[in-house]
Each structure stands twice: as structure tokens, then as C-alpha cells.
């Protein structure tokens, strides 16, 4: 019923830039808090950044002053903005929507995730 796909990883070398984006499509009424969490190898998937649909912020302190998540919500899109990339950011990040549905249920989706590979 919803897609979330998310685009614009790749590798970077330490002190680089990338912008992730992720799509959200389907049966969409509307959509609450979006957001971002990664997982690494061997590691509990974790908060990256959220935002909801009045814009309020909040952000891993990892990532803090670094990553910048906004969202179109015209466009059902989030996007994380990560400068100052450093090895450890390195993880498949994954997108993810709390969303209602036409039906009028609301649901929990995530993407199929997008890898960013930081090179030291």
C-alpha cells in the first residue's frame, strides 16, 4: 500500500558530504514523524534524526551539529543532510514514516535502507 525508497548513498571520503532522500508513495491520507535510523555491522539498528509534521527536530548526539533532516511535505519526502561524514558514520540508513493511511489506520514503514560507506 505505501512505498518508502529512499536514494543518494554512496562512499565519501572522511570530512565529506551527502544527502540522503526518501520518497514516500501509496494510499497516503497523511504523514506524522519521518525520520532516519542506521545499523552497522554487528550493531542494534539506532536513531539517526526525526521530524514531524510541524517540523520539530531531534537528533542522535552522535550526529548533533553534523546532520540536518528536513521534509517537503508536499512532496512526501525527508531528507538527511550529513556533513563532516567521519568513518563511523558508515551504515546502511533506512527511512522511515509513521503514516496514515487512506483506510485511516496508521501504520509504521520503512525503506529498504541505502548504504553510506565513509573512508578514513
Known amino acids: 500500500q505505501v512505498q518508502l525508497v529512499e536514494s543518494g548513498g554512496g562512499l565519501v571520503q572522511t570530512g565529506g558530504s551527502l544527502r540522503l532522500s526518501c520518497a514516500a508513495s501509496?494510499?497516503?491520507?497523511?504523514?506524522?514523524?519521518m525520520g532516519w535510523y542506521r545499523q552497522a555491522p554487528g550493531k542494534p539498528r539506532e536513531l539517526v534524526a526525526t521530524?514531524?509534521?510541524?517540523?520539530?527536530?531531534n537528533y542522535a548526539d552522535s550526529v548533533k551539529g553534523r546532520f540536518t533532516i528536513s521534509r517537503d511535505n508536499a512532496k512526501n519526502t525527508v531528507y538527511l543532510q550529513m556533513n563532516s561524514l567521519k568513518p563511523e558514520d558508515t551504515a546502511v540508513y533506512y527511512c522511515?514514516?509513521?503514516?496514515?493511511?487512506?483506510?485511516?489506520?496508521?501504520?509504521?514503514?520503512w525503506g529498504r535502507g541505502t548504504q553510506v560507506t565513509v573512508s578514513s
Open positions: 522511515y514514516g509513521n503514516i496514515r493511511l487512506l483506510s485511516a489506520s496508521t501504520v509504521n514503514y
Open positions: 521530524i514531524t509534521n510541524d517540523g520539530d527536530t
Open positions: 501509496g494510499r497516503i491520507f497523511s504523514i506524522n514523524a
